[in-house]
């Protein structure tokens, strides 16, 4: 965790009350932590927060997340970096400029949508609209072409009409999202959507949700053997839990792989040739020159 808390309000969301207001980590706590990591054999390492990209704000020596970034990437040793969550009215140019140039940072976003609909994001607060939200996905796709996007979708978030509906439908089938986790709007008990009176009947977002989720993984089983038949570098994280003559790792882009192989590829970052796509997994084997 390189911050705790959140500054942002959304209306549906209970975490700035539970967790308070943003407080962002030292520097240098950050760094003798990744440092120790590094030292005890680890290659890759995860910056969460719950808006990392206000990440530095708040301390007595303001500095940007990318800045953060940058200092990571210096780690020897440490060579993939990843990190969550980043909420689009804070991702900078300065952000995307530092992942371009990055050989450490991985080809991964995590950008949570929410709604397509302006008016919704509005009574959502999420203080961007539809258009600023395909800019930003455009410009990152443009600067980045090999970069997965995912997301975060709530459907029935109360008043949501057909029309704002298909506004999410819109901008899922512009910005071609490589999965989008989508949950159903439950009420958080403390937060102002919780009072409004226009909830959306069950029906209606079961029905809304079920159309969402075909058209998210149709797009998504489409994307997912982007890759097959070329040869990508793999972190091996495990031995696979169905099968043991397999490991299992994952893609700079966050795909999952399975290789023929044993416990001592654990921890190391090989050359795979991803042979078959399996929908949402590869299938691969050990490249030569690993
Ligand atoms: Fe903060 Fe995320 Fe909750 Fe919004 S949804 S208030 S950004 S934690």
Do not use: W
């Amino acid at each position: 965790s390189i911050m705790r808390g959140c500054n942002n309000f959304c209306h549906y969301c209970i975490v700035p009350y539970t967790r308070g207001r943003e407080r962002s980590r030292d520097v240098e706590s950050i760094l003798n932590e990744v440092l120790d990591l590094k030292q005890k054999g680890y290659k890759e390492v995860t910056l969460l927060g719950q808006n990392v990209n206000s990440y530095g704000k708040n301390l007595e020596n303001p500095i940007s997340f990318a800045k953060l970034l940058t200092m990571v990437e210096e780690v020897e040793g440490i060579e993939r970096i990843r990190f969550m969550t980043s909420h689009p009215k804070d991702l900078s140019d300065e952000l995307i400029e530092v992942m371009k140039n990055s050989k450490k940072i991985c080809r991964h976003l995590h950008l949570p949508l929410q709604s397509g609909s302006s008016r919704i994001l509005k009574l959502m607060n999420r203080k961007y609209d539809k258009e600023q939200y395909l800019e930003l996905a455009a410009k990152l796709r443009r600067e980045i072409p090999d970069l997965s996007l995912t997301t975060d979708i709530i459907v029935g978030f109360p008043g949501e009409t057909e029309e704002d509906f298909e506004d999410t439908m819109d901008v899922v089938r512009k910005v071609q999202y490589d999965s989008a986790f989508t949950f159903i709007y439950s009420k958080r008990t403390g937060t102002p959507a919780a009072t409004k009176e226009d909830q959306v009947s069950p029906e209606v977002v079961k029905d809304r949700f079920d159309r969402l989720l075909h058209v998210v993984q149709e797009i998504g089983s489409q994307k997912a053997g982007a890759l097959q038949g070329t040869v990508q570098k793999v972190l091996i994280e495990e031995i696979n839990a169905q099968d043991e003559h397999l490991v299992t790792g994952r893609l700079s882009n966050n795909s999952v792989v399975h290789v023929p192989g044993g416990a001592d590829l654990i921890g190391k970052i090989v050359n795979v040739s991803l042979d078959e796509c399996k929908g949402f997994y590869y299938l691969g084997t050990l490249a030569e020159g690993r």
